[in-house]
């Protein structure tokens, strides 16, 4: 078992910045991607970014290239997503995701990020 635990999200302006945090424990050294996804009201969950435990290699989708980062720490077992130049578009909820080795996925319960116009 995996828990995921996301936080920092929150209400933004146009343009700004927000930096979510997945904190993971539990069968962590079991997971060889970790991603982000997000889901707007009425549209389905869609992936954002992610990243290998092991090699850090990262892989992002077209709409937020270039404006996401996604990084992780594995002496704190976490992984963050800095978000720039955020657009309204951008608002939804979202997910921390473990893909283990295995191929199960545990999900985290999301977190909210709204952005302004």
């Known amino acids: 078992q995996v828990q995921l635990v996301e936080s920092g999200g929150g209400l933004v302006q146009a343009g700004g910045s927000l930096r979510l945090s997945c904190a993971a424990s539990?069968?962590?050294?079991?997971?060889?991607?970790m991603s982000w996804y997000r889901q707007a009201p009425g549209k389905e969950r869609e992936f954002v970014a992610a990243?290998?435990?092991?090699?850090?290699?990262?892989s992002y989708a077209d709409s937020v290239k270039g404006r996401f980062t996604i990084s992780r720490d594995i002496a704190k077992n976490t992984v963050d997503l800095q978000m720039n130049s955020l657009k309204p578009e951008d608002s939804a909820v979202y997910y921390c995701?473990?893909?283990?080795?295995?191929?199960?996925?545990?999900w985290g319960q999301g977190t909210q990020v709204t952005v302004s116009s």
């Open positions: 995701a473990a893909r283990m080795y295995d191929s199960s996925t545990y």
């Open positions: 990243i290998s435990w092991s090699g850090g290699r990262t």
């Open positions: 539990g069968r962590t050294f079991s997971s060889y991607r």
